[in-house]
């Protein structure tokens, strides 16, 4: 879960420094490059607040592997865009997918991880992103660097698929909470 949290921030928080390499590529101003950054943040405060509504109805397994997927598949489809159109539609779907993320990683550790031990659990998942500014920007920076801005979501689509087959074999179905659901009016 930790790992997830890891990908995710680093895959965030990697556009600013990226951003004198994409204005140059991309031939855009820095108001077209803010919108580039802002639109994984708005992207993924929309979905959130639209699958605060309906998320809880489904297996958090299921829920978490969709997201991840359609994440890895955003942070891809960022490596293979073309023009800043296209970069800027391939931020909008990964916050979509992105945003969420964070949310489930935290409903997964409150639901499966014993009351006494929870503290202990959130605080080993929250490393993730000292870990992912520390180690993770500086990595991808470097894989940038190395082999172009391509390189760092390339590497975030690889990583999002390796969890993803770790999740379907490691993290067994995540139900419970749909058993013990308030019936609303």
């Known amino acids: ?13 990697i556009m600013m420094p990226l951003g004198p390499q ?3 590529l991309f031939s855009i101003s820095p108001h077209q490059f803010g919108l580039l950054v802002s639109s994984y943040t708005l992207c ?6 639209v699958a605060s509504f309906f998320i809880d109805k489904y297996d958090r397994k ?3 592997l969709f997201f991840l997927l ?8 960022c490596a293979l865009s073309p023009t800043y159109e296209t970069l800027l539609l391939a931020r909008g779907l990964t916050g979509m997918f992105g945003g969420v993320l964070g949310s489930l990683v935290m409903s997964i550790v409150s639901d499966s991880i014993a009351y006494e031990r929870r503290g202990s659990a959130m605080g080993i998942v929250m490393t993730s992103f000292s870990l992912a500014s520390v180690f993770g920007v500086p990595f991808s920076l470097y894989l940038a660097n190395m082999s172009g801005w391509h390189t760092p979501f390339i590497f975030l689509g ?3 698929l390796f ?6 074999f490691v993290i067994p179905p995540m139900r419970d909470h749909l058993e013990h659901q308030i ?3």
């Open 1 to 13: 879960l930790a790992s997830i949290q890891f990908s995710s921030i680093v895959d965030f928080m």
């Open 22 to 24: 994409l204005m140059r």
């Open 44 to 49: 993924a405060g929309l979905s959130g607040f």
């Open 62 to 64: 299921n829920c978490l």
């Open 70 to 77: 359609g994440f890895g598949a955003g942070t891809v489809a």
């Open 158 to 160: 690889v990583i999002a």
């Open 163 to 168: 969890i993803c087959i770790g999740i379907w």
């Open 183 to 185: 019936n609303e009016p």
